[in-house]
Structures are given as C-alpha cells and as structure tokens.
C-alpha cells in the first residue's frame, strides 16, 4: 500500500493479494507481473501467488488475505482516494463475504478518505453488496473494467450495484466497445494497454467511447495511449487532456 502514479487516484491499498486470469484483459496483467517482483524482494505477502510459465509470471490462483494492512487506512490522517485491490480483485470467489464485510467497515469508519474499487466480477459485486448487511457509503465508488465486446454484460451486473458512483475501466482497451451502454454510470476512464507485451488500441474507438458518454452524462476521463513507451504516447486526445471527474448522484 502506499503513493501510487496511477493518474486517477492518489493511494493503494491491498487487504488482498493475488488473483486468477478471467478474460483478455487479464492477459498482461500489471499486479500479475508485480506480485513476482515482489516474491522475488522476499515479500511475504506475494510469495508463492505467481510462478515462471513461457518466459513469464503467472498467477498461481492462490489468494492471501492480509488482515494486517486492514487498518492501513486508518493511520493516513490525510484525505486520500485510495484504490482498493491494486494487487487483486476483491470480488474474487476465493475472498469471503465476512472478509469483504471487514473491509467495508474500515471504510466506513474513514469516511475523510474516498475508495475506490475495481473489479472484472461486477456480477459477484452485486450479489454481496444487495446484502442487507453492507450499506451503501457515499465515500466509496464502485466500478469495473470492460476490454471489448465480449465483456459488455460487466456494464448492467455494475448497474445493478447499489453505489454513489458507478465507474467503468475501458482499460486496456482493446476492441471496439460501441455496442455498449453507459447509462447509469457516473465515470469512464479510457487506456490503452502499457508494457513489454502491450496490444494496440485504434484511436476510433476512444472517439466511440467519448460519443458514449456524452450520450448518456458520463465524465469521460482519457488517461493514456499506452504501448512498449507509455510516456512517449502521452494522454493527448485532440491536442488536449481530458481528466473529466464524476459528480455524485442521489439516485443509486
Ligand atoms: S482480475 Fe485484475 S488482478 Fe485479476 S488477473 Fe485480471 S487484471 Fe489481474
């Protein structure tokens, strides 16, 4: 946990470690890749949650829960956004409900800070938090990612989640997502994939994807082109930045 330069948040945090591959998204994944290094450091928390497969880490399917750092956010007295599971996701099946619920209460008793979570499992998402137990906070956002078409179902499972911000990932983009619908979501947040192995993304489908959200009143925010030089390609989309954030509503 700690500062992070992801350009939309301004902490981590992560009650949970490790995860499995779902869908293309998942192919490069970035936690995947640092959960090795960090084996390789001696961490503790990572050890055995990746192993070398075709000249590359991959995740074992184990999953750590680290009670230990549930109350990290506790002693950071400054407001932060913080995202949630950098390392993992936190709807994994393999994460139990109580131990979501725990989470949930840290949350709940920091509300200086602003959480957000992000998962590629909006369908479990909904069917815990529609649990009478967990409230519904209005510092926490509630969000998932969306590569293509194929995982355009992950946009109504994320509307159905009780939240005061609804938000989508279309990161890495890597298809076309036109047919999708972003009604109802507060916030979308468009990247292309960075890194060794990183997949192209065609400029027509970040303007699809700005046309969406003017449609239905979604903050579009543009954070990067990507490839093997994230920074060469910058996050200019016609000659400009576009770091558009959310408003809340009251209808959830
Ligand atoms: S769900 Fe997220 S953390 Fe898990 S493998 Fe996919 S990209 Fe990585």
Request: charged share 25%; net charge positive; hydrophobic share 35%.
């Amino acid at each position: 946990m700690g500062d992070t330069s992801i350009e939309w948040t301004d902490a981590t945090w992560n009650p949970v470690a490790g995860c499995t591959i779902l869908t293309a998204g998942c192919t490069n994944c970035y936690a995947m890749r640092m959960a090795a290094r960090l084996d390789a450091m001696g961490l503790e928390k990572y050890k055995g949650l990746t192993r070398r497969s075709g000249g590359r880490a991959v995740w074992t399917g184990k999953i750590r829960l680290d009670a230990k750092s549930l109350d990290a956010p506790r002693t950071w007295s400054k407001p932060r956004k913080v995202f949630v599971n950098s390392m993992s996701d936190l709807f994994h099946p393999d994460v139990q409900t109580d131990y979501i619920y725990r989470v949930w209460q840290v949350m709940k008793e920091t509300p200086r800070h602003t959480y957000q979570i992000l998962t590629k499992r909006p369908d479990r998402m909904a069917d815990v938090l529609l649990e009478r137990r967990f409230e519904t906070l209005s510092n926490v956002w509630l969000g998932t990612s969306v590569e293509d078409d194929r995982v355009l179902g992950r946009l109504d499972d994320i509307r159905r989640v009780p939240a005061i911000i609804r938000f989508v990932s279309l990161e890495p983009l890597i298809g076309s997502v036109a047919a999708g619908d972003l009604t109802g979501i507060h916030w979308a947040i468009v990247g292309g994939e960075s890194g060794p192995r990183a997949r192209p993304m065609k400029p027509e489908w970040v303007d699809e994807i700005e046309k969406m959200c003017r449609k239905s009143g979604t903050a579009f925010f543009f954070k990067q082109w990507g490839g093997k030089n994230k920074k060469a390609t910058g996050r200019l989309l016609h000659d400009r930045t576009y770091d558009e954030m959310p408003a809340p509503t009251l209808s959830m």
